[in-house]
């Protein structure tokens, strides 16, 4: 998905994918889920990445005097002013500059019909174009999108919280109107493990992942005057709402430069040629370590926190037979598997049963064990338990006859005083 933006002090619409808009609107230090609304309000367009430009200029109306836009590479600082509303700039700073696509407005000078060459006048320069069919359409008036919208992104998410989110994204991508389809975009970027969703603002009631995981994650530290923001929550029992505050603060000001090393760390990853991650539960998380210390010799590895559940390792090179030997290796060695168990057995024989087939790492949650190992070791090792589970069951079944039988019978004798 690309977002056009309109900036008149260079008359022309400036082209950023979805992730460069994301990266102008959001902070490092903003918290995990964060949303941009009512972009109806001001002169965007957006283009799906699947959507070819259907808006070809008549070869007919390239006439000296007419105008056109033009596809052209322009130097610029854009900037986001916080907290106001959205509104990209153009500083007159002449550091951190990027080079961004620009669809300028420009005069047709002269159009050479021999050589297929159009000369232009974009502001006070003078622009050839080569490729017309490409790099040429109608002008376009600025204007408002026909229905608002918003932007979601959400900095860290489970595995299992984007399987729900997906499951409720698919059966909107199956019932909207067909006019809105072109607004609808969900990319996860498994590295990151960051999700951008962009969707008609009207049919956000659809998703009640969004709600829960915004109860779940807003924070209280958060400036409320951004308009952009869902911020606040209610304060701890015993403490004031200004402790609360003062404290958010000060331990959001100590780990802001950890959150923008992290980003910049992922995003250097991402530069990679080869790259994969794996998501483990975090009981794991402290073995981790020493164990990827042994395999990846040849590569490198990052460790990268998601919630309180969950953890990602990321494995990353740019020699593919280096990087599939090791990633290879590591998949088919610590797989991980969550086991749900009875919890009257003991936790003695799980152990033992782990260690007669191999497995290398066992955990225990509430009513379920997470092991680590080989597939086949682990399949061996689920079988151990689903037998122990069944004979368990069957001792408990004939033990609760037993006591029944034994307490009728106990019954009976009281009842006619025998001895």
Do not use: H
Request: hydrophobic share 30%; with cysteine.
């Amino acid at each position: 998905m690309r977002i056009e933006y309109f900036l008149r002090e260079i008359n022309g619409w400036v082209c950023l994918d979805i992730e460069e808009y994301i990266n102008l609107n959001f902070r490092a230090d903003d918290s995990k889920i964060k949303t941009i609304k009512s972009l109806q309000n001001i002169p965007i367009r957006i283009i799906n990445d699947n959507e070819e430009n259907s808006e070809k200029t008549n070869l007919e109306n390239l006439i000296s005097g007419n105008y056109v836009e033009a596809l052209i590479k322009k130097e610029l600082n854009l900037t986001v002013n916080f907290p106001k509303k959205i509104n990209i700039t153009i500083p007159s700073k002449e550091n951190n500059k990027n080079i961004y696509d620009i669809w300028a407005q420009s005069k047709i000078i002269s159009y050479d019909y021999t050589n297929n060459i159009l000369f232009l006048q974009y502001n006070e320069e003078l622009i050839l174009i080569e490729d017309i069919f490409n790099k040429i359409r109608p002008l376009s008036k600025p204007k408002r999108l026909e229905y608002d919208i918003s932007i979601y992104y959400i900095k860290k998410l489970s595995n299992a919280e984007y399987d729900k989110f997906k499951l409720e994204y698919e059966i909107l991508e199956n019932n909207i109107e067909e006019e809105k389809k072109y607004l609808l975009y969900q990319n996860y970027d498994s590295i990151k493990s960051s999700l951008i969703f962009v969707c008609p603002k009207d049919d956000i009631i659809n998703f009640n992942f969004l709600k829960e995981y915004e109860d779940k994650y807003k924070y209280k530290y958060l400036n409320n005057d951004d308009t952009n923001a869902n911020s606040g929550i209610t304060s701890r029992s015993g403490r004031s709402e200004e402790s609360d505050k003062n404290e958010s603060k000060s331990r959001i000001s100590k780990i802001c430069n950890i959150i923008i090393d992290e980003d910049y760390i992922l995003s250097e990853i991402n530069k990679y040629e080869y790259k994969k991650s794996f998501v483990y539960n975090s009981l794991f998380q402290k073995d981790a370590e020493k164990v990827l210390k042994n395999i990846i010799k040849k590569n490198k590895f990052y460790i990268t926190y998601i919630d309180g559940e969950e953890f990602k390792i990321i494995i990353y090179g740019n020699n593919e037979n280096d990087f599939n030997e090791e990633t290879n290796y590591f998949e088919k060695e610590y797989r991980i598997r969550e086991i749900k168990i009875d919890p009257y057995i003991n936790r003695t024989e799980i152990i033992d049963s782990s260690k007669a087939t191999n497995i290398k790492f066992i955990y225990f949650g509430k009513q379920s064990v997470y092991v680590i190992g080989d597939e086949k070791n682990i399949s061996n090792f689920e079988a151990v338990i689903n037998m122990n589970e069944m004979y368990l069951k069957e001792f408990q079944r004939s033990y609760k006859e037993k006591n029944s039988i034994q307490k009728q019978l106990t019954d009976f004798k009281n009842e006619y005083k025998i001895k």
